[in-house]
């Protein structure tokens, strides 16, 4: 999922980011322990499923967003893209569509918060719907008040937290799980034609397909750096090969070291992980890390979601220069911050989050979560597919450091291949997993449908009803970052 991060604003950016750079800024986007129980799901059937989000899903976006980062990377990123190729309409509605699947994310990997703290220090509560429902509220309302202040984690300290809080247990992990094995212990999973071809029985079987999705999304914030490769049209390709075989290895090992050691019945999408970690300590005797290993993927969760508290919202906020948003959304405070867009936010966040108590347990809490996240995220990746295809026509001189090989064929397919697996990705998702209880079908459907309806809705009524005196400046420069100002941001 992207960071937002905005690509320095030199027209001509020294080429100094190496292959290995890039392809480590890549895993820390990309990379999310969270989701190994998601996958472990399915045991060796996994290696399948991650083979064909890879290779339809992740390659035509990152070929893609290189190429447009590289010929607009001016900071706005799909908002700038999608503006250039259907208008301000379009555009707006891209960028909300990027900033609102965050508030059903959010909760998400919360309540892993939630479950891992618990675990460690009273287990009973560790799925409440009641305690999650209350930790995700207090903790997400407490980084939205510190961020008005201006307080948010530095590019680095947010590289190290993830890092810290994914590569090492996420190592250490699969470090667990071959040690497992080569002692000879018992595992849950069998290798054989069978038991693989099991997982692909129906379309029920093969849903979590779709929360790879979310896994392996934001790599255009990673495109607005390609122009700073040295040699990009050679390596950004090979940057990203090396980032994607990272992630793939670290998720399918890893997930196969959580299949090993628990039944796939009992297999919690949330508590996973922190379950099969305690399973492998008290068995190798080192049970007192357990603490360690929760704090560091508390320390990596916290570090990621504070990080993309405010990328988005800023990003969002950059609309005004075109008079998108209305004058309460264009307030900001002493700090720079966009105070309300952070409070609705904050709202619909908490609003997403009492699913916690209206679904049969916290698993399939978060499964719908992360579906309804899925699909908001993807309809904006069909509209950047389309946008790409679209300026090879309108804007074929537009110099680009990296452009997909031929001049119509290639960004045809590729774009298509992606539009069609994005597509997919957003239909599969309203199938109820055959592996969760989901309850009420009615009340999983519902929320979806409505879910996604609202969220595309929202920025086209405000759109619509746009008025002259919301723009923030009587003409905007677009070859330049100096626009000339009508009256200030925080008017009310």
């Known amino acids: 999922m992207e960071r937002l991060l905005e690509p320095p604003s030199s027209s001509n950016p020294k080429r100094v980011i190496s292959v290995f750079v890039l392809a480590m800024f890549n895993v820390s986007i990309m990379a999310s322990l969270r989701n190994l129980p998601l996958v472990a799901e399915y045991g060796y059937s996994a290696i399948i499923y991650f083979a064909i989000v890879g290779l339809f899903f992740l390659i035509p976006l990152a070929l893609v967003s290189a190429e447009l980062a590289t010929g607009w990377p001016k900071s706005g990123g799909i908002y700038i893209w999608v503006r250039e190729a259907f208008g301000d309409k379009a555009g707006f509605f891209a960028?909300?569509?990027?900033?609102?699947?965050?508030?059903?994310?959010?909760?998400a990997i919360?309540?892993?918060?939630?479950?891992?703290?618990?675990?460690?220090?009273?287990?009973?509560?560790?799925?409440?719907?009641?305690?999650?429902l209350l930790v995700v509220l207090v903790a997400f309302w407490g980084m939205t008040f510190l961020n008005f202040m201006g307080i948010k984690t530095s590019s680095l300290a947010s590289t190290i937290g993830v890092i810290g809080g994914t590569i090492v247990p996420g190592c250490f992990l699969i470090g667990l799980g071959f040690t497992w094995v080569s002692m000879g212990n018992p595992v849950e999973i069998t290798l054989s034609?069978?038991?693989?071809?099991?997982?692909?029985?129906?379309?029920?079987?093969?849903?979590?397909?779709?929360?790879?999705?979310?896994?392996?999304?934001?790599?255009?914030?990673?495109a607005g750096y390609a122009g700073?490769?040295?040699?990009?049209?050679?390596?950004?390709?090979?940057?990203?090969?090396?980032?994607?075989?990272?992630?793939?290895?670290?998720?399918?090992?890893?997930?196969?070291?959580?299949?090993?050691v628990i039944p796939k019945e009992n297999i919690s999408l949330v508590a996973g992980l922190i379950e099969a970690l305690k399973i492998f300590l008290v068995k190798f005797h080192i049970e007192w890390m357990l603490p360690i290993l929760a704090f560091l993927l508390v320390v990596g969760s916290i570090a990621e979601v504070n990080s993309w508290i405010i990328g988005p919202v800023k990003a969002l906020h950059t609309t005004s220069n075109?008079?998108?948003?209305?004058?309460?959304?264009?307030?900001?405070?002493?700090?720079?911050?966009?105070?309300?867009?952070?409070?609705?936010?904050?709202?619909?966040?908490?609003?997403?989050?009492?699913?916690?108590?209206?679904?049969?347990?916290?698993?399939?809490?978060?499964?719908?979560?992360?579906?309804?996240?899925?699909?908001?995220?993807?309809?904006?990746?069909?509209?950047?597919?389309?946008?790409?295809?679209?300026?090879r026509y309108t804007s074929p001189h537009v110099p680009r450091a990296y452009q997909i090989p031929h001049p119509h064929k290639g960004i045809w397919v590729v774009a298509f291949i992606g539009m069609i697996a994005s597509l997919f990705g957003i239909i599969l998702v309203f199938i109820p997993p055959a592996q969760l209880h989901i309850g009420s079908l009615l009340f999983y459907e519902s929320f979806l449908m409505i879910g996604l309806a609202a969220m595309i809705a929202l920025p086209l009524i405000i759109h619509a009803f746009k008025k002259p005196e919301w723009d923030l400046y009587p003409r905007l420069d677009i070859d330049s970052d100096r626009p000339w100002p009508r009256h200030q941001s925080n008017a009310p």
Do not use: C
């Open 228 to 260: 700073e490769v040295k040699d990009p049209q050679k390596n950004y390709p090979r940057a990203i090969i090396i980032a994607a075989l990272i992630v793939f290895f670290l998720f399918m090992l890893g997930s196969l070291s959580i299949a090993m």
């Open 110 to 132: 919360l309540s892993f918060v939630a479950t891992t703290l618990a675990y460690v220090f009273f287990p009973p509560i560790a799925e409440h719907p009641l305690y999650v």
């Open 322 to 391: 075109h008079g998108n948003l209305p004058p309460i959304f264009q307030k900001t405070n002493e700090h720079g911050m966009p105070t309300n867009i952070l409070i609705f936010q904050a709202i619909i966040v908490s609003i997403a989050t009492f699913v916690f108590i209206l679904m049969p347990n916290l698993s399939s809490a978060y499964w719908i979560l992360s579906a309804l996240s899925t699909q908001i995220y993807l309809v904006m990746y069909i509209l950047m597919f389309a946008a790409a295809i679209r300026l």
């Open 193 to 222: 034609k069978a038991a693989i071809s099991q997982n692909f029985s129906s379309i029920n079987d093969v849903v979590f397909l779709g929360g790879l999705f979310l896994a392996f999304a934001g790599l255009e914030v990673s």
């Open 95 to 107: 960028i909300w569509m990027q900033w609102v699947h965050n508030v059903t994310w959010y909760p």
